[in-house]
């Protein structure tokens, strides 16, 4: 458009900061931003809103800090994009002193609000704080609880180890037969090692007719992870007589203003030889200072599909060439990271000394001289 002279406007700018927060372009967000501010668009609420999201969605809360306190108009929006972010960030405690600040400047929160503090709270373990605010919701505000903020509190319980409280909730809630609070329950019980609960939901999602593929390789994951190599075999033989079909994990990592995307296993990059030789010398630096791949991982296992190198580890073998030491490298996925590739890249983050952000399906990562911001609270 630049290029064929044709001017932008609020609404353009606005669906390209989206499309950069949605792929985590943040270089091509950042001189969206540039152009925003040259050409005075940055007085728009709406705007600034999206900016927010788009660095908040990048990795950069830095960033996405300082447009918000730069801003002379915030509508609801612009705090929701505060709380809903640096809850995902895992940043909860924080997440609700935007809250507090939100109810002083006179802003009546509404659903997306709660489902923000809601995400924070099972992110950081705030089980009471959560709690609360899932009450307050109807007690202070009128306002109805939607099957997201009874997923959320499904979340809160189950993360945090509280399981038969999880059960009971479900069993309680108006939404007992939604699939999503089952499959909630069967992530829980995945991080907790519990086979009996997590046996219990697949057969709640079974009486649903709601089993998915996803359903199927999580618990044939809770199985490997306890050891129970019938289950293991059950699960794949039912994987494989039903023509299960599972969803294919892919990263994305934003190289010199370009996307670069990576599937499992990826042969399809045109520098893909360089890329596995680099990651095969990455795994043997890491071996040295006590890294063991983790079989138990979602894709880690044969039995279940077969890979061998998953998708953020090319994207972090080619990153690591592309860009100059110690620069940050930003990841985008569409799947939750597993417990292998968690461990690879906080050991990568300590022996390159790089900061790598990770943004998955459920939250950001943020790692660091082989620390992640989640406390392996995930």
Not at 53 to 62: E, V
Not at 288 to 294: A, Q, R
């Amino acid at each position: 458009m630049r290029i064929s002279s044709v001017g932008f406007d609020g609404f353009t700018i606005v669906t390209l900061l989206s499309s950069c927060a949605h792929v985590g372009a943040l270089k091509m967000g950042t001189q969206i931003h540039q152009y925003a501010t040259e050409n005075g668009f940055l007085e728009s609420v709406f705007v600034g809103n999206a900016l927010i999201d788009m660095y908040a969605k990048c990795g950069s809360l830095k960033d996405s800090l300082s447009v918000f306190n730069s801003m002379q108009r915030r509508d609801v929006l612009t705090w929701n994009s505060m709380i809903v972010n640096y809850a995902i960030h895992g940043h909860g405690n924080e997440a609700i002193s935007f809250f507090r600040e939100m109810l002083i400047e006179g802003i009546k929160p509404n659903p997306i609000t709660f489902l923000g503090l809601l995400i924070g709270c099972s992110h950081q373990g705030l089980v009471k704080e959560g709690m609360e605010f899932f009450h307050n919701m109807g007690a202070m505000y009128n306002l109805k609880p939607g099957i997201k903020h009874y997923g959320c509190m499904v979340d809160l319980f189950g993360r945090a180890g509280n399981l038969e409280t999880a059960i009971e909730f479900i069993e309680s809630s108006p939404s007992r037969n939604d699939p999503v609070l089952w499959r909630t329950l069967l992530s829980s019980c995945k991080i907790h090692k519990n086979v009996e609960k997590g046996e219990m939901a697949v057969r709640n999602l079974v009486q649903l007719s709601a089993l998915s593929a996803g359903d199927c390789v999580l618990l044939a994951q809770l199985y490997a992870d306890t050891k129970n190599h019938e289950g293991v075999l059950k699960m794949r033989m039912l994987i494989k007589n039903q023509d299960v079909r599972t969803t294919p994990g892919w990263s994305l990592i934003e190289i010199s203003h370009q996307v670069h995307k990576f599937v499992v296993d990826d042969t399809s990059h045109n520098e893909s030889r360089e890329i596995y030789s680099n990651l095969e010398n990455i795994i043997h630096e890491l071996t040295l200072i006590g890294y063991t791949k983790e079989e138990s991982s979602p894709d880690s296992t044969s039995k279940i599909c077969g890979s061998s190198y998953h998708s953020e580890k090319l994207a972090i073998a080619f990153g690591l060439a592309k860009t100059p030491e110690r620069a940050t490298l930003r990841i985008v996925k569409n799947l939750r990271v597993c417990r292998d590739c968690h461990s690879f890249t906080k050991l990568v983050s300590k022996a390159f000394q790089r900061e790598i952000v990770v943004r998955d399906r459920v939250r950001f990562h943020h790692f660091q001289e082989g620390v992640c911001s989640c406390k392996d609270y995930w």
